[in-house]
């Protein structure tokens, strides 16, 4: 048996009732093969063993009191999985659907993520099975204070640097910072995607999303194309959907479809995007409103419809397994050329294999959506250095980590035979950073 499945048969073993981790496990160590194979002295080294298993994993309870005065009690995690490169980031999810496999494998395709941006940081992740939506502003509060109350102890700016994640945005960090900065006493860089007047970052909201279309124009670009003129669809209404939208449209491109988690809305016109920012960002509302607002959309119940809608390029942006085989034929079938992942592992296993079979580009999450982690790097850099960089330096650089990354995977893919293939590209060129770093290191 080959190293790689003896390493995913054991740890399937040892880790049973974690899909999603399996999942992500799956994808990337069938396509280590090539480089293991090349390097003996990893499984002499029990790297693989290593590189699977978590270097901690916190789990804690997160008592809070809601606004009716009963007491609520949900699960806090912190997996930090990987500091061979750097301390470990990688942001917090607030959604009821988290629990120890979806975290372990945001954590495990983190590690690779963060390699690809060429910065030194490891990978971690976190979260919560707490749900923000619906509750009040105060309620959020309490919930983020009790959170960081036990967090505290395991996070700094030198160990391990959460951000946000689904559910997890500028009013969360908010509350954990300053929660932070009340029992630690140190105003530090610990947590990015920080507010500006607090040391935050310009680019850092729009990063992932901008990041993700800079990645996809420079596929286009070496293709003789561009995103002018194209039709693109966006999963999702969040953080990395809003701002794939502006960006794209900024380069001439109609998007005429995003969803939230109970509907799709399609404007065969092209969305209004200050009326989603004003759904979501300022109403915290529910995007079915923008076909009551917005003559010629429609709107349609559940989500999978979206896949449906002819595109060129399709973005999905909001999270794990949203795109399934069957949805992936129909992009397919409906003409799309490109599909870059915002979100983390939005296709499953079976979508992926529909894409590469069909030759369409297909840009895996860890290297398209690695625009946010590396502007949190930056926000890191400037927060050590005491500094504050314009926006247009912020985004000219995250423009060349974004533009870097799409050259390092594609040369990946070339070198070990597999051109065009960016699964095994960025799962290549992410690994070889971290298994040097971690032979270096010895056997620790
Ligand atoms: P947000 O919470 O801002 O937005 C999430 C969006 O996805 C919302 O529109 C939400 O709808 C929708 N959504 C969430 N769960 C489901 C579901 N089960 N079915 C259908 N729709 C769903 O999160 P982000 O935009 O920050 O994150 C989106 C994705 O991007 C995640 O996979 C995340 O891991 C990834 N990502 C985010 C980064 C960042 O910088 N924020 C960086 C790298 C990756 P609703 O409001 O109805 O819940």
């Known amino acids: 048996m080959k190293y790689v499945d003896k390493v995913l048969e054991n740890l399937k073993k040892q880790n049973p009732n974690e899909p999603e981790f399996h999942q992500a496990a799956t994808e990337i160590l069938t396509t280590l093969a090539p480089i293991v194979e090349k390097h003996p002295e990893y499984e002499a080294a029990g790297l693989l063993e290593r590189f699977v298993e978590p270097e901690r994993v916190i789990m804690f309870r997160v008592p809070w009191v809601d606004d009716n005065g009963k007491v609520q009690v949900n699960k806090g995690y912190r997996v930090q999985f990987n500091s061979a490169i750097g301390p470990y980031k990688g942001g917090l999810r607030f959604h009821p659907s988290v629990n120890l496999s979806i975290i372990k494998f945001l954590g495990l395709e983190q590690i690779l993520k963060n390699s690809l941006t060429g910065l030194p940081i490891g990978g971690g992740k976190g979260g919560s099975d707490f749900d923000p939506k619906g509750k009040s502003d105060r309620e959020v509060m309490a919930f983020c204070q009790s959170f960081m109350t036990e967090l505290y102890r395991h996070i700094g700016a030198d160990t391990d640097v959460p951000a946000g994640d689904i559910g997890v945005g500028g009013r969360e960090i908010g509350y954990l910072f300053g929660q932070y900065k009340r029992i630690r006493d140190e105003h530090v860089g610990v947590l990015t995607g920080r507010g500006l007047t607090y040391g ?70 092209g969305i209004k995007l200050d009326i989603i920012k004003d759904i979501k960002e300022v109403k915290r509302g529910r995007i079915k409103e923008y076909a009551e607002r917005v003559s010629g959309a429609e709107y349609h119940v559940g989500c999978k419809g979206i896949w449906s809608i002819p595109c060129d390029v399709a973005l999905p942006c909001a999270t794990q397994n949203e795109i399934d085989a069957e949805s992936a034929g129909l992009l397919v079938k409906n003409g799309v050329k490109y599909v870059a992942e915002g979100a983390n592992m939005p296709s499953t296993l079976e979508a992926i294999e529909v894409f590469q079979k069909s030759g369409i580009v297909f840009l ?81």
């Open 364 to 444: 895996p999450a860890k290297a398209a959506n690695a625009g946010g982690v590396a502007t949190s790097a930056l926000e890191m850099a400037q927060s050590s250095g005491r500094m504050f960089w314009s926006f247009a330096e912020v985004d000219a650089k995250l423009k060349n980590i974004m533009v870097n990354i799409y050259h390092n995977i594609d040369n990946a893919a070339k070198e070990y035979g597999y051109e065009g293939n960016y699964v095994m590209g960025a799962n290549i060129a992410g690994f070889i950073k971290v298994a040097t770093a971690m032979m270096a290191h010895g056997i620790v």
């Open 200 to 269: 935050g970052s310009l680019v850092r909201t729009e990063a992932t999303g901008y990041g993700l279309v800079y990645i996809t124009e420079e596929a286009l670009k070496m293709r003789g194309d561009s995103f002018n003129g194209k039709t693109v669809v966006i999963s999702g209404s969040g953080n990395v959907a809003i701002y794939a939208c502006e960006k794209a449209q900024s380069l001439g491109a109609k998007v005429v479809a995003m969803y939230d988690s109970n509907g799709y809305i399609y404007d065969p016109d």
